[in-house]
């Protein structure tokens, strides 16, 4: 059974995440400030942490940084609407996800689902994936559509591997620029957004309709596509 | 511009270098013309002289009139009786002539010096009139008492050749002190004088005026001039005051307008949706009640639906409260506009299913510097006031064009459209429409779209939909138009 630590210094939102959990069969832990949440991550080692980030004691911030001192499970964020830096800056100390409050019990779910597959060691992806008409082939770097051999760019290339290989994940501008332009990028998000248009536009994905790449705005992107193992 | 000025009065009553001067030329001058004439027409020689103690009566006043007497009453016996240029002064007729020129010479003298001092008072007057009443219009456009003195102070500096005003003042409990200085400290110690402020017959303060060291001591008319002008501060003085309690008041007024539509909005649009959700879960945990499937969902789509408006006005009114304590600030990072347009579009697409959306973005658009979350709220709200307005079925046009270095945005519908008269007002914070008021929706959406626009160095604006109904467009200037 997958065991849930969820932080959040509200009794309401605690009594109602463990209700719905544990009707999904998680085993939930409960705590409401950031130390408690720190030591519970290292006692019971669970499999997945809630974090809301307006704790008492701790930024949540903090808690992430210290987390990721000694585990790699994933985190996924509670905020609010309006934290956008708040997001982005507990996505860039190591969060895997965020989920705007209040939330649909259903995308919290979902979201909690993919970061925990994402976690699973299990076996490698399997070079070639479907999603649809488009398969990738990252073994030997061929995309196609509809049987069709996509011309992509280098970068272009990159930064769809970076994405179908962090399928459901947010990825900000800044992890995006550094592992597809290099390390000394982070704030070229002009550079991003012209190379996400191109590839929506290579890939047949409408971005009011999006069933490939979503825009966050001011965060980041991520791979919705459910992708399926194809015969290479 | 003096004032007050005694010189011109002065003229007739003092002797001067001007009046000795035209006493002792005017005879000489008449000497020169009557002594040719004297021998063969004595009696013209004679009004020559008389005519030069009438002018420099006339010209130099009394004191002038009564020299040219004296002297022409003397030369003219020397130059009129023969042998010229013998003195000689026994005849009755000489003495005779004398007393003549001097009656003439004092007669004259006094009527001209009255008229010039009546000239000179008049004009007098005259200034004093201008003066105080520029002094009415000035300080009555000042609308705080504070301002009043202030400018009050200032104003008698050069009229009155000051070199400092002191005013003391109280008023409804308020103690209040304005000071006016030369430029460049003069020398003090010089004539002071001090007025009292009065309204009605009440004293609520005093001024004091101040000289240079060595100026003129204040005449008495200076002194009545400055408490005319005085009666002149306290009435302006008055009427500001008056004005800002009235202005307070209706400030007020606005306010617990503002404040009472508030509650009817907040307490109608948070209790609404507060009802349908409790109803809802009441029923639902109701173990006497059985409901189907179909009435459980639909009940539970029911407490969905009314959490997510819960949410949205709650999101509004916390935005309006940041409008109204100046906490509105974008954290700006440069983005594209048409981004945010397809992402609202996107998710926006469930919500405005019973319409038809379509969207016109350039192929290429340059980045401006916004805040993506408060612009996607602008963006969602406009889309909301659309779908709320314009009849199912009808379009929405979602258009975003770059035009002199700014991002236009521009959603247009299909619905009644908003009345030229009322394109300002619905930008207020809970105004609705008056084509629509049982419209459900908390009439903030246009308020805070305008404030974050507004935040953004942008405008917002309503323009007439060709199609029917109307079009809200907004432009946020892009980074090159920044200085």
Redesign the interface.
Known sequence: MNRVLVVDDEPQIRRALRTSLEAHGYEVQTVGTGEEAVIGAAETAPELMLLDLGLPDLDGTEVIRRVRGFTEMPIIVLSV??G??DKVAALDAGADDYVTK?F?MEELLARARAAMRRAQPGEPPAPSMRYGSLEIDLGRRLVTLDGDALRLTPTEYLLLEALVTNPGKLLTHQWLLRKVWGQGYGTE??YL?TYVRALRKKLGDD????QLI?????VGYRWIAEGSGAES | MVVSEEREAEVSAKVTVRGIVIGVLAPAIATVVAYPIAPSRPEISIAVFMLAVVIAAVAGGLWSGLIAGILASTIRPLVVVDPQLTFRLDSVEDIATGVVFLSVALVVGLLVGQASEDRARASRREREARFLGTLSSTLHTREVPDRVLDEFASVLMEPFALSKVEIDATLDGTDMRAVARANGEAAAGGPRTSVRLLAGDAPIGTLVAERPAGGRPFSRDDQLLLEAAARQATAALDRARLDARARNAQLDAETNQLRAAMFSSVTHDLRTPLASIKAGVTSLLDSAVHHDPGQERELLTTI?EE?DRL?RLV?NLLDLARIRAGALTP?R????MD??V??V??RM?SRLADHVVT?DLPATLP?VSV???QL?QVLTNLLENAGRHAPKGSEIGVSVLWMHGAVQVRVSDEGPGIPLDERDRVFEAFYRGSSSPETPGSGLGLAISKAVVVAHGGRIWIEDNPDGGCVVAFEIPGEDDKP
């Open positions: 609407r309006d956008q830096h209040p649909a998000t002009t957004r971005a009011q309709a999006p979503v825009t966050e705005p001011g | 969905l959490t949410n999101g954290t990072q440069p983005g594209a981004e945010i397809e992402v579009l996107a697409r969207a980045d805040d993506p979350v996607d």
